[in-house]
Every structure is written in structure tokens, then in C-alpha cells.
């Protein structure tokens, strides 16, 4: 069944791997552009095919068992250079390219057993039919899914899994395509196959199934926080209209007793005494004025409510922020990002007062723009046990809120961002770009032609 001449073989060895090809990069994302990947891919095979055939011609009963294994380790190696996904990313899709080999290759095999009584070009046609099917499938109803789960396994899948989901997938497939199986007429030998056909596979759509509903959560956690963010940010809203409201109140009432005043300086003509009483009026009015921290009205509007909030703790705070109206980057993001960072800062001080009333709470934000870049730097007392995961607060020592947000809007601009305790002192980097204006960018895009 596995025999015939070399041309046969040869055959055999192009709808394979070039089946193998089609199903991964179905599934993986493009390290290169489209031309590249297809004169890299075509040279590859030239060459593996070409190596097969040598191979079969010299040694016949050692090509037909292991030629299969072989090629595709190779196979692995070269694509996971050809992909832009992470390495273990790559090797979980490979595991599924190489359950898929599987399918095509003993699916090919048996309808020829036992539907054509072994014809070689049963078990082509067969392999060509079911690479199609499969390719259709992928590209129709999971490809999409695929793509957006292999987000999520490579944030959530640790090594210890993806190793023990490798080899228990290895070892299904590798019983699988095992040479003496396939030689053994026994009556249950087809019974065997398809167990561990449907094992293997549904092992694929566990851990398929598993991070999908894990990524989700996340999402959902995700969503949450901003819900929480939105409901802080809300809070501190209601406090300014509060002060507000409160504020126009008090002014109407006191303006009575002022008009009554100046009306009765007037009557009296004590000119002198009426103007050093509107002085002093102007002086106590510019007190109350409302602070202008930037010109950004939404980021001064944030940190005003933050910074009153801050200061009822007893929170030292000192803000060095420069940023006027141009700035392209949206409000939203800004306020994502600086409202996290300051409200997980008042947290953290207040977690140190629970702890150690005597101890000196204080916030340092910093806020710049340099050039086409944004800079935020932000520190606080922390408690001195504040731990880091992964390069992240634990939510614990933040509350929960927020630093993955932060994290995606500095990314969403090709920015980074950094966490870490300074002995008591917890710092927070970020540097991000500036979108560049339609104009800014036409300008550039000829400074640079």
C-alpha cells in the first residue's frame, strides 16, 4: 500500500507537505511578506521532497516508516522561523498541523484498504479530497477563532503545559502513524485508530476549549475594571459638581452682604476704605479661583479630583505636568492611563496609613511631552512587601484596577511601560507615542521624499 515507484513516492511526498503547509499557514501568523513566504515554503519543500526521494530510492523499508516523522520535525523547525507568533504559540498550531497530517494521511490510507482493495491512486485522490475539506474548514469556521484564541494561549499557557500538551499529542499521533499498525489486519485494528483519533482530538479541543473560556474571562475581567475606573471617575465628578453647586451657594450668598457693604461705603462717601475692601475682596476671589494644572481640560479636570481626593488622605502631592490642547492622543487613553496610575497610587498610600499611621504617605506625578513623545512618570509610598508578577503589580497592592488597561493604551501607541518597588517607593514609567496629525504627517512624509 505505501510502496509503488518513485514517482508515486514522489507524488505522495508534494500533496503532503504541501497539505502540511497550507493547513499551518492557515492557522499561524506571517513572519515576512506574502512573496517571501511562498518562495521560502516552495524552496524548503524542493529541497525536503528531494532529500525523501533519495532516500526511498536507497533505503525503501526505513523511508516508509519514518520518512513522515521526519519531514515534518524539519518541517516544524523551518516554519516556526517562517512565523511571527511566539515559539510556543507556534509549536501548540504545529501539534494541531500534525494531528491534521494525521487525519489526511491514515484517512487516505484506509478508504483505499477498504473501499478500493489498496489502490495508490484511491489513497491520493483521498489525500487531495481531505487537505481540501480540511483547508475549507479551517478558512470557513475557526480560523478567525484560532487566530484571536492563540492571543490568549500565549498570555495564559505556561511552559509546564504546552510541554505536557505536546508530547501527550506527540505520542497519540506517533502511535497513530506507527508503520506496523498499518501493516496489522486485525479486526480491531480500525477501532484502535479511531479511539485514539478521537483521544488525541479531543484533547486539541480541551485545551482548544480550556484557554478560550480562560482568554474570555480575562476580557471579562478586563471589562470589569474599566466599569470600575468609569464608576471612580464618575465619583469624582459628582464631588466637583458637589463643590461646585456648594460654591455657587456660598457666593450668592455672600454677594448680598458684599453689595449691602460697598452700598452703604457709598452712602457714607469713604471712598479710601471702599477701595481697600474691594482689594481684599479680589484677593480672597483669586484664592478660590479654580487651579489650572494644564491646558488639557480633561487631564486638568482628572488630576484636580484626584489631587483633592489625595489630599483628604493626608497625601503629600506634587505634579509636574506640561501638556497643552495639540496633543493628538485621545482623551479617553488619557484618561485610562492616568487615572489608573492615580488612583492605584492614592490605594497603595492608603494601605501604608492602615499600616503605619506615622509613616510619610506622598505621590510624585510627572506628565511631559518630548518631541513626538508622551512621558508619564509616577511614584508612590508603598508598603514595602509590594510584590511584582510577571512585571506587573499584584492586584492586592493596586486594587485591582487597572495596570492592564494602562498597559494596552501604552501599547495601542508603540509604547512601553515599566513597574517596580523602590524599597517603599513604587515607580511607574511609561513613554508612548504622539499620533502625528494629518498635516504633521503629510509634512513629514515630504520632508522625508
Not at 452700598?263 to 483669586?286: K, V
Not at 515599566?418 to 499620533?435: A, E, Q, S, Y
Request: charged fraction near 25%.
Amino acid at each position: 500500500m505505501l510502496g509503488g515507484s518513485v514517482w508515486i513516492a514522489l507524488l505522495r511526498f508534494v500533496i503532503s507537505l504541501a497539505g502540511t503547509i497550507l493547513l499551518f499557514s492557515l492557522m499561524s501568523e506571517p513572519k515576512f511578506e506574502r512573496k517571501r513566504m511562498i518562495v521560502g515554503y516552495t524552496g524548503f519543500g524542493i529541497i525536503m521532497i528531494t532529500a525523501a526521494c533519495v532516500w526511498y530510492v536507497i533505503d525503501w523499508e526505513s523511508c516508509v516508516k519514518m520518512v513522515a516523522f521526519v519531514m515534518y520535525m524539519c518541517f516544524a523547525c523551518f516554519s516556526i522561523y517562517m512565523s511571527s507568533d511566539p515559539v510556543f504559540l507556534s509549536v501548540y498550531k504545529l501539534a494541531l498541523t500534525f494531528y491534521l497530517l494525521a487525519v489526511f494521511l491514515i484517512g487516505g490510507i484506509e478508504v483505499a484498504v477498504i473501499f478500493f482493495e489498496g489502490n495508490i491512486w484511491a489513497d491520493i485522490v483521498t489525500r487531495v479530497i481531505l487537505i481540501l475539506l480540511i483547508a475549507l474548514f479551517i478558512e470557513k469556521k475557526i480560523k478567525r477563532s484560532i487566530r484571536g484564541f492563540g492571543y490568549y494561549v500565549e498570555n495564559e499557557l505556561d511552559r509546564f503545559s504546552v510541554t505536557v500538551m505536546i508530547i501527550s499529542i506527540l505520542f497519540g499521533i506517533i502511535f497513530i502513524l506507527n508503520p506496523n499498525i498499518l501493516k496489522d489486519q486485525a479486526p480491531y485494528r480500525l477501532l484502535q485508530i479511531i479511539v485514539n483519533f478521537f483521544l488525541t482530538g479531543a484533547l486539541q479541543l480541551l485545551v482548544f476549549r480550556l484557554y478560550l473560556h480562560i482568554g474570555k474571562e480575562k476580557e471579562y475581567e478586563k471589562e470589569n475594571q474599566l466599569m470600575k475606573m468609569n464608576h471612580r471617575l464618575l465619583e469624582r465628578n459628582m464631588e466637583l459638581l458637589e463643590e461646585s453647586a456648594a460654591s455657587g451657594r456660598r457666593i450668592r450668598h455672600d454677594a448680598r452682604h458684599h453689595n449691602a457693604l460697598i452700598a452703604e461705603y457709598a452712602r457714607r462717601g469713604q471712598n479710601e476704605e471702599l477701595l481697600q475692601y474691594l482689594a481684599e475682596y479680589n484677593r480672597e476671589t483669586d484664592k478660590d479661583a479654580v487651579q489650572v494644572i494644564c491646558e488639557n481640560t480633561a487631564v486638568n479636570n482628572l488630576l484636580l479630583a484626584y489631587t483633592r481626593k489625595a489630599r483628604r488622605e493626608q497625601i503629600k502631592v506634587t505634579l509636574e505636568v506640561e501638556l497643552d490642547k495639540s496633543l493628538t492622543i485621545p482623551n479617553i487613553d488619557l484618561v485610562t492611563i492616568l487615572a489608573n496610575a492615580y488612583e492605584n497610587a492614592i490605594y497603595a498610600c492608603i494601605e501604608v496609613k492602615k499600616q503605619s499611621k506615622q509613616r510619610e504617605c506622598s505621590i510624585y506625578l510627572m506628565l511631559k511631552r518630548k518631541k513626538n513623545k508622551l512621558v508619564i512618570y509616577c511614584s508612590n509610598t508603598c508598603r514595602i512587601e509590594t510584590e511584582l508578577k510577571n512585571g506587573q503589580p499584584k492586584p492586592e497592592f493596586t486594587g485591582g484596577i487597572g495596570v492592564l488597561s494602562i498597559i494596552r493604551t501604552a501599547e495601542k501607541y508603540g509604547g512601553e511601560c515599566d513597574f517596580k518597588n523602590d524599597n517603599g517607593v513604587f515607580v511607574f514609567r511609561l513613554i508612548m507615542n504622539i499620533p502625528l496629525t494629518d498635516q504633521k504627517q503629510q509634512n513629514t512624509d515630504n520632508q522625508d521624499e
